[in-house]
């Protein structure tokens, strides 16, 4: 049992097929997304243009039938029962499993600011994250609206640029500050600007926030396990004192690391996969050295 069909998800299944996985498991996924796992990495260039949607596309949905994956997608996980060893789905499933991976992925991380939310709590029209495909199309559509012709992007880690990138793609122009913060989103009914201390406010119609991200770990604190930053794994992507149960990607804690670039979640894949698939029981994940 997979629950996440994001990067880390995805692939680590790829490895525990390449080691003779389906002649060994029945292997069920869960997946936010109503689709099969995509390279994020990539958004940037569909909000551009520069890709179309298929070209991003790690994994289809034919990859899972072919492979006789049991995929749900757009199902959501809601708890798991590690004693009685079930997980239980938010369209009312409960399924049994005998091995269970976690790879849940993280959030985006929505900085303290004024504006940045309605009275209900939700985000304000005009205002978006960056990490999915529907994050993307919905920015694209908002765009092309004739009134919406400045944007302001707030993060300028690897995503941020690309963003603004985008954007300007669509005609919107994207004023770029460095060494500033954010501290208010302006305007009553629509965006109006962004307040930023000690500089001149921005004008604007849409804010784009791409500020880092945080570990998705609701699930395995409502499910008892062990949760620091991320999920607590040893260095066999085991979850600490769990029998047959898995963190592996952005969800995961290593050796006081939680980790959001590729490289580490492909090799914590790998390692992943030697210990489920008993293909190698040596193996062994001791951290990476990341650089963007």
Known sequence: MVIGNGMAGARTVEEILGRGGADLFDITMFGDEPCGSYNRTRL?????GADSEDDIFLN???????????????????????FSRHVFASDGRVI????LIIATGSHSYLPA?????????????GVFTFRTLDDVRR????????????????????FGPDAAHGLRAHGLHVEVLSGSRAIAILGDHHITGVSVRNQPDIDCHMVVVSAGSRPNVDLAV???????????????????????VYGVG??????????GMVA???EQAAVLADHITGSDRSSMYLGTRTAS
């Open 113 to 125: 600011m004024d504006g940045l939310y309605t009275p209900s709590g939700t985000l304000r029209q």
């Open 139 to 158: 920015m694209m559509q908002f765009s092309q609206q004739k009134r919406h012709h400045r944007a302001a992007v707030i993060g300028g880690g690897s």
């Open 250 to 259: 952005e969800c995961a804690q290593h050796r006081g690391e939680v980790y």
């Open 96 to 99: 049994q499993y005998d091995h």
């Open 44 to 48: 940037g260039r569909v909000l551009s």
């Open 264 to 266: 580490p979640l492909w």
């Open 222 to 244: 409502v499910s008892g396990l062990a949760v620091e930053r991320g999920i607590v794994v040893d260095d066999h992507l085991k979850v600490m004192d769990e029998d047959d």
């Open 60 to 82: 289809s949905l034919h990859w899972y039938r072919e492979n006789d994956i049991a995929l749900h997608a757009g199902v959501r996980v809601e708890r798991v029962d590690k």
